[in-house]
């Protein structure tokens, strides 16, 4: 089996890509799998780190406004396609897979020109651009959430798999919880919310745990504090300019990264974070209780429909990226973290939609295709 997955941009793309090339390697060890993306996007790092070739293309994300650099943009994806075309006469792929993103252009275009079976993921909720661009013509779509397939009226097949992560629902012991605490600097006897925004940051969640800290309202909780690397010596700026020093303050570790997320999710009692579509599978699958603060967006606020699926069954609170600030914050998370009832609640009616082996439902997916294809 050749494949081609085409994914680029951002982890939310190129991680279920990755999973999927994981799955297919591992049920076809002489499977032979290329990605195609760009030099500019996460895949440049992740995609060898994964142990695959990636071959690259100048494709761009369209723009609404009319600027000279959108026009750049546009002619150099349309000739993008051109390349696309010499790595499919080069690789000559059994079936080409999508995980989003604007790379699905270009590669699409010719995969489906080519009538070469095809296949896309869409993690969100809202389809994205691409989705819904190649929706009549793709041969499957698989899609994360049951409110996605009905989005997708008139396609070939569309089918509920869920997105793949890495992380998993954790039994940690007693002694290995209070020795990653220990390390942390953080106590054993209160409650852990857990506040995170990405690799990058978010800078509105950030400022607003900024404010909560200065304002002294974290007593009956403790927060562990991903602020994001690029945004880490902002913050600590921020502190200083308070006279504090960002290593000590009362209830709060702040840190630029987390490393080990697996673990810290599987430990803590309440997530505060953004809601983009793997974050939502991986809160659902360990089961825990969230306050999602949505990126917000101009064209589609995929971010904000991923997360009402969960506030909608009662697992999870939204705070608009807008609205959000420190007094709204500290309140949201006081009321759940006082309430031990709600709080187990909440992350069981999470766990109770987490989607169960995602990655062999999507290789099962690809064989029916496959088969299909050859009969």
Known sequence: MKVIISAAGTGGHINPGIAIANKIKEKSPKSEIIFIGTNRGLEHDLVSRAGYKLKTIDAYGLKKELSLQNVKHIISTLKSKKDVKKIFDDFKPDLV???????????????????IPTMLHESNAYP??????FSKKVDTILVGFEETKERLEGCKKVVVTGTPTKIKKLNISTQRKKKMLEELGIKNDLPIVLIFGGSQGARKINESVIQLALNKKIE??????ATGTKQYDIVKEEFEKNSININNIKNVKAIPYIYNMEELINISDLLVCRSGAMTITEICIVGKPAIFIPLPSISANR????????KKIGAAKIILNQEVNGNNLSEEIESIIEDKQELEEMGKVANSIAPNNVEEKIYHEIEKLLNQDLK
């Open 128 to 133: 994205g651009r691409a989705v819904k661009m």
């Open 97 to 115: 897979i999508g995980t989003g993103g604007y790379i699905c252009g270009p590669v699409f275009s010719v995969a489906t020109s080519r009538k």
């Open 220 to 225: 009956k909780y403790q927060i562990i504090w």
């Open 303 to 310: 971010q904000e429909d991923n997360a009402r699926v969960l």
